[in-house]
T-cell receptor, first 113, second 112 residues
Framework: EAGVVQSPRYKIIEKKQPVAFWCNPISGHNTLYWYLQNLGQGPELLIRYENEEAVDDSQLPKDRFSAERLKGVDSTLKIQPAELGDSAVYLC???????????FGPGTRLTVL | AQSVTQLGSHVSVSEGALVLLRCNYSSSVPPYLFWYVQYPNQGLQLLLKYTTGATLVKGINGFEAEFKKSETSFHLTKPSAHMSDAAEYFCAVSGNFNKFYFGSGTKLNVKP
């Protein structure tokens, strides 16, 4: 069984540039999470999807971050424009239902110069 | 609201020694508790979880944790450390599975 796939694995951009991250969850998993992990910290939830509906986006900085999960399968997280403080690892996770185990992807390491 | 405190950002043990990673939580509702492991450049992997029932939970790779409500703790242990256990470990709490709160992590170093 394939795990959670994320791309790219690494991204380096100049500040004020846009950037997008892609996540393909495990097949059949209805719940999808995007987390932000700063250096030396644990993951922090940005947004949670149930199928195609964003059921919790309270921690997503909506002035510059956006996300979508069309057709309730793969998802894209976008930052526009990126700031220096956005340098971090962006993790995607999925589960069959919210009460089930979350499976994490390897993450995208973003560096903003 | 829920929160997690992991005592010790770095723990170093010798191979074959006891591993003890500490986790204390705060929760206004009965908690669900988790331990995850993260190897370099990889995502988090679930080691074990406590939801209800038996307070001593056994996980993968010989790890176990005990839920102690009176101490609001969920410490992770392993009787004998192996070199392959070197990684970063995260404790997490959830009140209703809608949101997970992670600790800041403990990096485990295993000396030969």
């Amino acid at each position: 069984e394939a795990g959670v796939v994320q791309s790219p694995r690494y991204k380096i951009i100049e500040k004020k540039q846009p950037v997008a991250f892609w996540c393909n969850p495990i097949s059949g998993h209805n719940t999808l999470y995007w987390y932000l992990q700063n250096l030396g910290q644990g993951p922090e939830l940005l947004i949670r999807y149930e199928n195609e509906e964003a059921v919790d986006d309270s921690q997503l900085p909506k002035d510059r971050f956006s996300a979508e999960r069309l057709k309730g399968v793969d998802s894209t997280l976008k930052i526009q424009p990126a700031e220096l403080g956005d340098s971090a690892v962006y993790l995607c996770a999925s589960s069959y239902v919210p009460t089930d185990t979350q499976y994490f992807g390897p993450g995208t390491r973003l560096t903003v110069l | 609201a829920q929160s997690v405190t992991q005592l010790g950002s770095h723990v170093s043990v010798s191979e074959g020694a006891l591993v003890l990673l500490r986790c204390n939580y705060s929760s206004s509702v009965p908690p669900y508790l988790f331990w995850y492991v993260q190897y370099p450049n990889q995502g988090l992997q679930l080691l074990l979880k406590y939801t209800t029932g038996a307070t001593l939970v056994k996980g993968i790779n010989g790890f176990e944790a005990e839920f102690k409500k009176s101490e609001t703790s969920f410490h992770l242990t392993k009787p004998s450390a192996h070199m392959s256990d070197a990684a970063e470990y995260f404790c997490a709490v959830s009140g209703n599975f809608n949101k997970f709160y992670f600790g800041s992590g403990t990096k485990l170093n295993v000396k030969p």
